[in-house]
């Protein structure tokens, strides 16, 4: 019996699960700290260009079927060396969120539970969590399909919950001054503060570039995930809008002292009832994100094991539940390697690997717009080669926001990649499975 496809409704709405993730709820605070008021405007911004680069993904998914995203575009455009490095940096990628959230967890239950500043209690939860999950995934996908669904429910409830409610309880006066105080002290530090707000909200958008990975499973991807992604980007930019505007009108220039911020202001606008309400929200969101990133992020380099043979067959080894036991264990101890990392490390982590999948991304549109290989079908980027480059300009601004500490992070998985590389045996049917794969592409 084949699988049922997915629809635009189903795709729209793990979308949605895919892009707000954890930093909806817990960074609110750190942006308010650089701009004020103009969190809003940044928000904004933010999600303008980081559109450009979802066009270009628009654009790229309706020429191809095939599941993978990011990579897949990259190794049919560019080889496929530079499909396996980002086929890596996406895992990592993977790696990087699914530590963030567990860590995002373990601040909310801090927050409120003081037991949690305990290191030993802190890091064996959280050790604990990563065994859990990895525990039920050699057991196959049966829960995923409930907990991501619950978590989706859960996360949308809280957010519309906490803007409906919210409204009632803003301060005309919480919004004064406009102008952030990094402004009034000159250029470069008003850029600096601008920079590092903006780093942070563009983290709350880079999902989207999940969205392409399982093609396959998705009805008429071509038209579906363009139309998708366009959606999901204005949904959740006025989504995130709101919900700034909504917390810095309850709680003013007191937003920056709470790592909890949403929750906060409700309980401030109605009392402790609205505190627990977000607060159960927000960790049945993060569980669930945390839950589904330990069964996505195995999958994606068993994939490219068994696949593609771009990694050594043993990564893409399957117990009788067909789960990629390996794969899992990976990416427990990868993952369990991250978590002694503060949250805002991970998040400037997981902009980088995003950059990372971006440029070569936004390259492949520039190329198959001038080679007219695999021709568009349901969507068509606008504007010739301007959404592209200016896409790129941005890009590149991003790099200029990442400390040492990020930027060696990425060369030294980039390295370790390459190497590796170098000692896995090359299979002469994947690659021609590959020509096979254009051959057809370009003849459609």
Same mark, same amino acid.
């Given at each position: 019996?084949?699988?049922?496809?997915?629809?635009?409704?189903?795709?729209?709405?793990?979308?949605?699960?895919?892009?707000?993730?954890?930093?909806?709820?817990?960074?609110?605070?750190?942006?308010?700290?650089?701009?004020?008021?103009?969190?809003?405007?940044?928000?904004?911004?933010?999600?303008?260009?980081?559109? !450009?680069?979802?066009?270009?993904?628009?654009?790229?998914?309706?020429?191809?079927?095939?599941? &993978?995203?990011?990579?897949?575009?990259?190794?049919?455009?560019?080889?496929?060396?530079?499909?396996?490095?980002?086929?890596?940096?996406?895992?990592?990628?993977?790696?990087?969120?699914? *530590?963030?959230?567990?860590?995002?967890?373990?601040?909310?239950?801090?927050?409120? $539970?003081?037991?949690?500043?305990?290191?030993?209690?802190?890091? &064996?939860?959280?050790?604990?969590?990563?065994?859990?999950?990895?525990?039920?995934?050699?057991?196959?996908?049966?829960?995923?399909?409930?907990?991501?669904?619950?978590?989706?429910? *859960? %996360?949308?409830?809280?957010?519309?919950?906490?803007?409906?409610?919210?409204?009632? @309880?803003?301060?005309?006066?919480?919004?004064?001054?406009?102008?952030? %105080?990094?402004? !009034?002290?000159?250029?470069?530090?008003?850029?600096?503060?601008?920079? *590092?707000?903006?780093?942070?909200?563009?983290?709350?958008?880079?999902?989207?570039?999940?969205?392409?990975?399982?093609?396959?499973?998705?009805?008429?991807?071509?038209?579906?995930?363009?139309?998708?992604?366009?959606?999901?980007?204005?949904?959740?930019?006025?989504?995130?809008?709101?919900?700034?505007?909504?917390?810095?009108?309850?709680?003013?220039?007191?937003?920056?002292?709470?790592?909890?911020?949403? *929750?906060?202001?409700?309980? %401030?606008?109605?009392?402790?009832?609205?505190?627990?309400?977000?607060?159960?929200? !927000?960790? !049945?969101?993060?569980?669930?994100?945390?839950?589904?990133?330990?069964?996505?992020?195995?999958?994606?380099?068993?994939?490219?094991?068994?696949?593609?043979?771009?990694?050594?067959?043993?990564?893409?080894?399957?117990? %009788?539940?067909? =789960?990629?036991?390996?794969?899992?264990?990976?990416?427990?101890?990868?993952? =369990?390697?991250?978590?002694?990392?503060?949250?805002? @490390?991970?998040?400037?982590?997981?902009?980088?690997?995003?950059?990372?999948?971006?440029?070569?991304?936004?390259?492949?549109?520039?190329?198959?717009?001038?080679?007219?290989?695999?021709?568009?079908?349901?969507?068509?980027?606008? &504007?010739?080669?301007?959404?592209?480059?200016?896409?790129?300009?941005?890009?590149?601004?991003?790099?200029?926001?990442?400390? $040492?500490?990020?930027?060696?992070?990425?060369?030294?998985? =980039?390295?370790?990649? =390459?190497?590796?590389?170098?000692?896995?045996?090359?299979?002469?049917?994947?690659?021609?499975?590959?020509?096979?794969?254009?051959?057809?592409?370009?003849?459609?």
């Amino acid at each position: 019996m084949t699988p049922k496809k997915l629809s635009f409704i189903s795709i729209y709405f793990l979308g949605i699960n895919g892009v707000i993730g954890s930093g909806a709820f817990l960074l609110p605070q750190t942006i308010y700290k650089d701009m004020n008021l103009m969190s809003v405007f940044v928000t904004i911004c933010a999600a303008i260009t980081v559109s !450009m680069v979802a066009l270009c993904y628009a654009d790229l998914s309706s020429r191809f079927t095939g599941s &993978g995203a990011a990579w897949l575009y990259s190794y049919n455009a560019f080889g496929r060396f530079t499909g396996y490095e980002l086929g890596l940096f996406t895992w990592f990628l993977g790696c990087c969120t699914y *530590a963030a959230e567990i860590v995002a967890l373990l601040t909310t239950l801090k927050s409120f $539970w003081s037991v949690y500043n305990n290191n030993w209690v802190y890091f &064996g939860t959280a050790l604990g969590l990563i065994l859990l999950f990895s525990i039920i995934n050699f057991f196959g996908r049966s829960l995923v399909k409930f907990v991501d669904n619950l978590s989706s429910a *859960a %996360k949308m409830g809280t957010i519309i919950l906490f803007i409906i409610i919210g409204a009632f @309880f803003m301060h005309k006066a919480n919004f004064s001054p406009v102008i952030p %105080k990094a402004a !009034m002290t000159g250029v470069g530090p008003y850029f600096k503060h601008f920079g *590092a707000a903006f780093s942070v909200v563009f983290y709350m958008f880079t999902g989207f570039s999940f969205i392409p990975i399982a093609a396959k499973q998705m009805q008429n991807p071509e038209k579906n995930i363009p139309k998708v992604l366009i959606s999901v980007m204005i949904s959740v930019t006025i989504m995130y809008s709101l919900m700034l505007l909504v917390a810095i009108g309850i709680l003013g220039d007191k937003m920056s002292l709470y790592s909890t911020p949403i *929750a906060e202001a409700l309980r %401030k606008g109605v009392g402790e009832w609205g505190y627990i309400l977000i607060i159960i929200g !927000m960790l !049945m969101s993060i569980f669930g994100v945390a839950f589904t990133c330990s069964f996505n992020t195995p999958s994606l380099i068993s994939s490219l094991s068994n696949e593609h043979a771009m990694l050594p067959k043993w990564i893409g080894k399957k117990n %009788k539940y067909d =789960a990629p036991w390996v794969s899992i264990i990976l990416t427990a101890i990868v993952t =369990a390697v991250l978590i002694t990392q503060s949250y805002l @490390f991970l998040v400037s982590c997981i902009v980088l690997a995003s950059f990372v999948q971006y440029v070569p991304s936004i390259l492949a549109v520039i190329k198959f717009k001038h080679t007219n290989e695999f021709p568009n079908h349901g969507f068509k980027l606008p &504007g010739g080669y301007t959404i592209p480059i200016l896409a790129l300009i941005i890009s590149a601004y991003m790099v200029t926001n990442f400390t $040492w500490k990020t930027i060696l992070v990425g060369a030294v998985v =980039a390295i370790l990649a =390459a190497v590796l590389y170098f000692f896995i045996k090359k299979d002469v049917n994947e690659e021609k499975r590959r020509q096979d794969y254009l051959s057809k592409m370009r003849q459609k």
